[in-house]
Protein backbone atom coordinates (compact mmCIF):
# COMPACT_ATOMS: atom_id res chain seq x y z
CA UNK A 1 0.00 0.00 0.00
CA UNK A 2 1.30 3.85 -0.26
CA UNK A 3 3.18 5.19 2.46
CA UNK A 4 1.26 8.48 2.45
CA UNK A 5 -2.12 9.44 0.71
CA UNK A 6 -1.76 12.03 -1.78
CA UNK A 7 -2.92 14.75 -1.50
CA UNK A 8 -5.41 15.78 -4.36
CA UNK A 9 -9.22 15.67 -3.38
CA UNK A 10 -9.38 19.44 -3.87
CA UNK A 11 -8.68 19.32 -7.56
CA UNK A 12 -10.87 16.57 -8.52
CA UNK A 13 -13.97 18.42 -9.17
CA UNK A 14 -11.71 20.73 -11.60
CA UNK A 15 -10.10 17.63 -13.23
CA UNK A 16 -13.71 15.32 -13.75
CA UNK A 17 -14.51 17.40 -16.97
CA UNK A 18 -11.59 16.56 -18.77
CA UNK A 19 -12.10 13.22 -19.75
CA UNK A 20 -15.14 14.79 -21.56
CA UNK A 21 -13.01 17.43 -23.40
CA UNK A 22 -11.05 14.21 -24.74
CA UNK A 23 -14.26 12.31 -26.01
CA UNK A 24 -12.91 9.58 -23.51
CA UNK A 25 -15.70 10.34 -20.70
CA UNK A 26 -17.38 7.03 -19.36
CA UNK A 27 -20.91 6.37 -18.53
CA UNK A 28 -21.45 8.44 -14.97
CA UNK A 29 -24.07 5.77 -14.11
CA UNK A 30 -23.46 3.25 -11.55
CA UNK A 31 -23.21 -0.45 -11.39
CA UNK A 32 -22.58 -3.34 -9.59
CA UNK A 33 -20.99 -5.27 -11.83
CA UNK A 34 -19.85 -5.52 -15.83
CA UNK A 35 -18.02 -7.74 -17.32
CA UNK A 36 -14.29 -7.23 -17.21
CA UNK A 37 -12.47 -6.65 -20.58
CA UNK A 38 -8.71 -4.73 -22.18
CA UNK A 39 -8.01 -3.56 -25.46
CA UNK A 40 -5.19 -1.52 -27.11
CA UNK A 41 -4.83 -0.22 -30.97
CA UNK A 42 -2.19 1.77 -32.51
CA UNK A 43 -2.36 3.56 -35.50
CA UNK A 44 0.30 5.72 -37.86
CA UNK A 45 0.05 7.77 -41.03
CA UNK A 46 2.94 9.54 -43.41
CA UNK A 47 2.12 11.68 -46.38
CA UNK A 48 4.37 13.39 -48.84
CA UNK A 49 3.34 15.78 -51.30
CA UNK A 50 -0.34 14.60 -51.41
CA UNK A 51 0.38 10.96 -52.77
CA UNK A 52 -1.85 8.41 -51.01
CA UNK A 53 -0.98 8.04 -47.54
CA UNK A 54 1.38 5.14 -46.17
CA UNK A 55 -0.68 4.17 -42.72
CA UNK A 56 -0.83 0.80 -40.82
CA UNK A 57 -3.25 0.40 -37.40
CA UNK A 58 -3.02 -2.67 -35.07
CA UNK A 59 -5.42 -3.86 -32.90
CA UNK A 60 -5.81 -5.89 -29.59
CA UNK A 61 -8.43 -7.37 -27.52
CA UNK A 62 -7.29 -8.72 -24.80
CA UNK A 63 -3.96 -8.40 -22.88
CA UNK A 64 -0.57 -7.95 -25.18
CA UNK A 65 1.12 -5.47 -27.10
CA UNK A 66 0.95 -3.65 -30.88
CA UNK A 67 2.91 -1.15 -32.68
CA UNK A 68 1.72 0.05 -35.81
CA UNK A 69 4.50 2.61 -38.53
CA UNK A 70 4.35 4.28 -41.48
CA UNK A 71 7.12 6.11 -43.25
CA UNK A 72 6.52 8.21 -46.81
CA UNK A 73 9.40 9.88 -48.95
CA UNK A 74 9.56 11.45 -52.08
CA UNK A 75 11.49 14.53 -54.47
CA UNK A 76 9.12 16.14 -56.19
CA UNK A 77 9.63 19.51 -57.82
CA UNK A 78 12.74 20.72 -56.63
CA UNK A 79 12.03 19.41 -53.12
CA UNK A 80 12.64 16.41 -50.89
CA UNK A 81 10.28 15.06 -48.04
CA UNK A 82 10.16 12.33 -45.58
CA UNK A 83 7.96 11.88 -42.79
CA UNK A 84 7.74 8.50 -40.32
CA UNK A 85 5.48 7.95 -37.36
CA UNK A 86 5.45 4.73 -34.94
CA UNK A 87 2.67 4.23 -32.37
CA UNK A 88 2.44 1.76 -29.70
CA UNK A 89 0.65 0.16 -26.96
CA UNK A 90 0.10 -1.95 -24.72
CA UNK A 91 -2.36 -2.99 -21.61
CA UNK A 92 -2.36 -5.54 -19.04
CA UNK A 93 -4.72 -6.17 -15.73
CA UNK A 94 -4.34 -2.69 -13.63
CA UNK A 95 -2.12 -0.26 -16.44
CA UNK A 96 -1.71 1.14 -19.65
CA UNK A 97 1.18 1.72 -21.89
CA UNK A 98 1.49 3.94 -24.78
CA UNK A 99 3.89 5.81 -26.93
CA UNK A 100 4.16 7.78 -30.66
CA UNK A 101 7.11 9.19 -31.60
CA UNK A 102 7.84 10.60 -35.35
CA UNK A 103 8.76 13.61 -37.69
CA UNK A 104 8.72 15.17 -40.83
CA UNK A 105 11.35 16.94 -43.28
CA UNK A 106 11.13 18.72 -46.28
CA UNK A 107 14.21 20.59 -48.03
CA UNK A 108 15.13 21.74 -51.38
CA UNK A 109 14.11 24.59 -53.97
CA UNK A 110 11.28 23.46 -54.97
CA UNK A 111 7.77 25.80 -54.94
CA UNK A 112 4.55 24.21 -53.16
CA UNK A 113 4.74 20.91 -51.29
CA UNK A 114 3.73 19.04 -47.76
CA UNK A 115 5.24 16.54 -45.65
CA UNK A 116 2.92 15.11 -42.53
CA UNK A 117 2.52 12.27 -40.41
CA UNK A 118 0.38 11.29 -37.41
CA UNK A 119 0.49 8.82 -34.59
CA UNK A 120 -2.55 7.56 -32.06
CA UNK A 121 -2.17 5.02 -29.29
CA UNK A 122 -5.30 3.76 -27.17
CA UNK A 123 -5.72 1.56 -24.22
CA UNK A 124 -8.98 0.86 -22.27
CA UNK A 125 -9.56 -1.18 -19.11
CA UNK A 126 -12.60 -2.61 -17.64
CA UNK A 127 -13.00 -5.12 -14.81
CA UNK A 128 -14.11 -5.71 -11.70
CA UNK A 129 -12.95 -7.14 -7.96
CA UNK A 130 -14.59 -8.07 -4.39
CA UNK A 131 -13.17 -6.81 -1.18
CA UNK A 132 -12.57 -9.15 1.59
CA UNK A 133 -11.19 -9.24 5.03
CA UNK A 134 -11.18 -11.31 8.41
CA UNK A 135 -13.51 -8.65 9.88
CA UNK A 136 -15.73 -7.24 6.83
CA UNK A 137 -18.96 -7.94 7.72
CA UNK A 138 -21.84 -8.90 4.42
CA UNK A 139 -24.08 -6.10 3.64
CA UNK A 140 -22.52 -3.58 6.14
CA UNK A 141 -21.26 0.00 4.48
CA UNK A 142 -18.26 0.93 4.07
CA UNK A 143 -15.54 2.93 2.03
CA UNK A 144 -12.49 2.47 0.19
CA UNK A 145 -9.58 4.90 -1.09
CA UNK A 146 -7.32 4.01 -3.74
CA UNK A 147 -5.10 5.51 -5.87
CA UNK A 148 -4.48 6.22 -9.53
CA UNK A 149 -1.09 6.71 -11.00
CA UNK A 150 -0.10 8.11 -14.54
CA UNK A 151 3.39 9.55 -15.61
CA UNK A 152 4.65 10.35 -18.90
CA UNK A 153 6.50 12.85 -20.95
CA UNK A 154 5.40 14.80 -24.09
CA UNK A 155 8.04 16.43 -26.54
CA UNK A 156 7.63 18.67 -29.65
CA UNK A 157 9.96 20.74 -31.02
CA UNK A 158 10.89 22.34 -34.92
CA UNK A 159 13.17 24.34 -37.23
CA UNK A 160 13.49 26.29 -40.51
CA UNK A 161 16.57 27.24 -41.54
CA UNK A 162 17.67 28.74 -44.85
CA UNK A 163 14.74 30.98 -45.68
CA UNK A 164 13.65 34.27 -44.90
CA UNK A 165 10.81 34.63 -42.78
CA UNK A 166 7.53 34.98 -44.43
CA UNK A 167 8.20 33.06 -47.71
CA UNK A 168 5.77 30.37 -47.39
CA UNK A 169 7.81 27.79 -45.52
CA UNK A 170 6.36 26.72 -41.77
CA UNK A 171 6.39 23.75 -39.45
CA UNK A 172 4.01 22.70 -36.99
CA UNK A 173 4.01 19.64 -34.05
CA UNK A 174 1.92 18.79 -31.76
CA UNK A 175 1.66 16.31 -28.78
CA UNK A 176 -1.23 15.25 -26.73
CA UNK A 177 -2.53 12.56 -23.55
CA UNK A 178 -5.89 12.18 -21.99
CA UNK A 179 -7.20 9.93 -19.76
CA UNK A 180 -10.83 8.69 -18.54
CA UNK A 181 -11.65 7.16 -15.58
CA UNK A 182 -14.99 5.56 -14.21
CA UNK A 183 -15.80 3.30 -10.71
CA UNK A 184 -19.91 2.33 -10.51
CA UNK A 185 -20.06 3.69 -6.96
CA UNK A 186 -20.46 6.80 -5.32
CA UNK A 187 -17.95 9.07 -4.48
CA UNK A 188 -17.53 9.69 -0.60
CA UNK A 189 -16.38 13.82 -1.86
CA UNK A 190 -19.51 14.25 -4.29
CA UNK A 191 -23.06 12.69 -2.70
CA UNK A 192 -24.65 11.13 -5.27
CA UNK A 193 -22.11 11.23 -8.32
CA UNK A 194 -20.04 7.96 -9.20
CA UNK A 195 -16.06 8.24 -8.81
CA UNK A 196 -14.68 9.71 -12.04
CA UNK A 197 -11.35 10.99 -12.98
CA UNK A 198 -9.97 13.00 -15.88
CA UNK A 199 -6.62 12.55 -14.28
CA UNK A 200 -5.64 14.59 -16.97
CA UNK A 201 -5.27 16.34 -20.11
CA UNK A 202 -1.70 17.70 -21.42
CA UNK A 203 -1.09 19.24 -24.93
CA UNK A 204 1.96 20.60 -26.19
CA UNK A 205 2.35 22.62 -29.60
CA UNK A 206 4.99 24.51 -31.29
CA UNK A 207 5.13 26.14 -34.80
CA UNK A 208 7.81 28.68 -35.71
CA UNK A 209 8.56 28.61 -32.17
CA UNK A 210 10.65 26.83 -29.74
CA UNK A 211 10.14 23.43 -28.25
CA UNK A 212 7.72 22.59 -25.78
CA UNK A 213 8.20 19.72 -23.06
CA UNK A 214 5.61 18.56 -20.30
CA UNK A 215 6.58 15.87 -17.98
CA UNK A 216 2.73 15.29 -16.51
CA UNK A 217 2.95 13.07 -12.94
CA UNK A 218 -0.45 12.48 -11.36
CA UNK A 219 -1.63 10.32 -8.38
CA UNK A 220 -4.89 10.93 -7.64
CA UNK A 221 -6.63 9.57 -4.35
CA UNK A 222 -10.15 8.89 -4.59
CA UNK A 223 -12.87 7.40 -1.66
CA UNK A 224 -16.06 5.65 -2.56
CA UNK A 225 -18.42 4.15 -0.63
CA UNK A 226 -19.90 0.30 -0.96
CA UNK A 227 -21.43 -2.24 0.38
CA UNK A 228 -19.31 -5.22 1.70
CA UNK A 229 -19.90 -8.23 -0.11
CA UNK A 230 -20.41 -6.40 -3.81
CA UNK A 231 -18.34 -6.33 -6.13
CA UNK A 232 -16.78 -2.90 -7.34
CA UNK A 233 -16.37 -2.04 -10.78
CA UNK A 234 -14.62 0.51 -12.84
CA UNK A 235 -14.04 1.59 -16.78
CA UNK A 236 -10.57 3.38 -17.71
CA UNK A 237 -9.05 4.76 -21.12
CA UNK A 238 -6.26 6.89 -22.39
CA UNK A 239 -5.05 8.03 -25.72
CA UNK A 240 -1.66 9.71 -26.67
CA UNK A 241 -1.74 11.25 -30.21
CA UNK A 242 1.07 13.32 -32.08
CA UNK A 243 1.63 14.94 -35.53
CA UNK A 244 4.46 16.65 -37.30
CA UNK A 245 4.18 18.58 -40.59
CA UNK A 246 6.61 20.78 -42.70
CA UNK A 247 6.07 22.73 -46.16
CA UNK A 248 6.39 25.50 -48.23
CA UNK A 249 2.55 26.81 -49.23
CA UNK A 250 3.12 30.24 -51.31
CA UNK A 251 3.50 29.64 -54.94
CA UNK A 252 3.93 33.62 -55.75
CA UNK A 253 7.18 33.30 -53.51
CA UNK A 254 8.58 30.04 -54.96
CA UNK A 255 12.56 28.88 -53.68
CA UNK A 256 15.04 29.63 -56.08
CA UNK A 257 18.56 27.83 -55.81
CA UNK A 258 19.66 30.76 -54.00
CA UNK A 259 17.16 30.54 -51.47
CA UNK A 260 17.00 26.39 -50.34
CA UNK A 261 15.42 25.57 -47.11
CA UNK A 262 15.39 22.79 -44.42
CA UNK A 263 12.20 22.38 -42.40
CA UNK A 264 11.61 19.86 -39.74
CA UNK A 265 9.43 19.20 -37.23
CA UNK A 266 9.02 16.13 -34.54
CA UNK A 267 6.80 15.03 -31.80
CA UNK A 268 7.55 12.25 -29.13
CA UNK A 269 4.48 11.00 -26.51
CA UNK A 270 6.29 8.69 -24.07
CA UNK A 271 4.07 7.03 -21.79
CA UNK A 272 5.66 3.45 -21.77
CA UNK A 273 6.01 4.10 -17.58
CA UNK A 274 2.06 4.19 -17.49
CA UNK A 275 -1.45 4.73 -16.38
CA UNK A 276 -1.57 2.06 -13.42
CA UNK A 277 -3.69 1.11 -10.69
CA UNK A 278 -1.59 2.57 -7.45
CA UNK A 279 -3.59 0.25 -5.35
CA UNK A 280 -5.99 0.36 -2.26
CA UNK A 281 -4.90 2.95 0.28
CA UNK A 282 -7.87 1.96 2.92
CA UNK A 283 -11.18 0.46 3.81
CA UNK A 284 -12.70 1.59 6.75
CA UNK A 285 -16.10 0.48 7.81
CA UNK A 286 -19.26 2.78 8.52
CA UNK A 287 -17.94 4.23 12.14
CA UNK A 288 -14.59 5.17 10.20
CA UNK A 289 -12.51 2.10 12.25
CA UNK A 290 -9.92 1.08 9.82
CA UNK A 291 -10.24 -2.71 8.23
CA UNK A 292 -7.07 -4.58 7.91
CA UNK A 293 -6.07 -7.79 5.60
CA UNK A 294 -8.10 -6.40 2.90
CA UNK A 295 -7.89 -8.65 -0.23
CA UNK A 296 -9.21 -7.01 -3.57
CA UNK A 297 -9.41 -10.12 -5.97
CA UNK A 298 -10.48 -9.66 -9.62
CA UNK A 299 -12.04 -12.92 -11.54
CA UNK A 300 -9.00 -14.16 -12.10
CA UNK A 301 -7.42 -13.81 -8.60
CA UNK A 302 -5.48 -10.50 -9.30
CA UNK A 303 -5.49 -8.28 -6.16
CA UNK A 304 -6.27 -4.64 -6.37
CA UNK A 305 -5.45 -3.82 -2.77
CA UNK A 306 -1.63 -3.52 -4.14
CA UNK A 307 -0.73 -1.28 -6.46
CA UNK A 308 -0.47 -2.79 -10.48
CA UNK A 309 2.30 -0.80 -12.25
CA UNK A 310 3.16 -1.92 -15.55
CA UNK A 311 6.60 -3.96 -16.08
CA UNK A 312 9.65 -2.10 -17.67
CA UNK A 313 9.48 -1.41 -21.16
CA UNK A 314 10.21 -4.10 -23.90
CA UNK A 315 13.33 -2.92 -25.64
CA UNK A 316 11.52 -1.67 -28.97
CA UNK A 317 9.85 0.46 -26.39
CA UNK A 318 13.46 1.98 -25.16
CA UNK A 319 14.36 2.30 -29.11
CA UNK A 320 11.34 4.28 -29.90
CA UNK A 321 12.07 6.67 -27.59
CA UNK A 322 15.94 6.40 -28.33
CA UNK A 323 14.86 7.34 -31.98
CA UNK A 324 12.44 10.06 -31.00
CA UNK A 325 15.49 11.70 -28.96
CA UNK A 326 17.85 11.76 -32.20
CA UNK A 327 15.50 13.26 -34.11
CA UNK A 328 14.75 16.18 -31.76
CA UNK A 329 18.37 16.67 -31.64
CA UNK A 330 18.65 16.58 -35.89
CA UNK A 331 16.18 19.54 -35.35
CA UNK A 332 17.49 20.98 -32.40
CA UNK A 333 18.14 24.56 -34.58
CA UNK A 334 15.51 27.02 -32.96
CA UNK A 335 12.69 29.05 -35.62
CA UNK A 336 14.15 32.16 -34.15
CA UNK A 337 17.47 31.46 -36.05
CA UNK A 338 16.54 32.67 -39.51
CA UNK A 339 19.43 33.10 -41.68
CA UNK A 340 19.60 34.07 -45.60
CA UNK A 341 22.31 31.86 -47.48
CA UNK A 342 25.44 33.55 -48.61
Known amino acids: MPAALPSSKAHLAGLAPLALVAGLALSSAPSLAQ ?55 AVGTGHMQLQTVGGATLSGTG ?11 SAHLADTFLITCPSCVAGTQATVTFVLVAQGDLFVDGSLSGTPQGLGSRFSAYASAFSGFSMGAPDVEFPGEPVLD ?36 FSW ?3 VRGQAS ?46 TGITALNGAGVDYARALAPPVPEPSTALLATLGALLLLVVAPRAGHWRRPA
Open 35 to 89: ESGMGVWATSTATAFDQPPSSRTETLNRAGAVSAAARAGIEDGGMSGSAWSTAWG
Open 111 to 121: TIGEVSTAAEA
Open 198 to 233: GLFKSESYTSFGSDSHDRPVWRGAHTASFTMGDPLS
Open 237 to 239: EAL
Open 246 to 291: AGNFDEGNAMTAEAAFNTNAAFNTNFSTGFYWGGIYEVRDSSGNLL
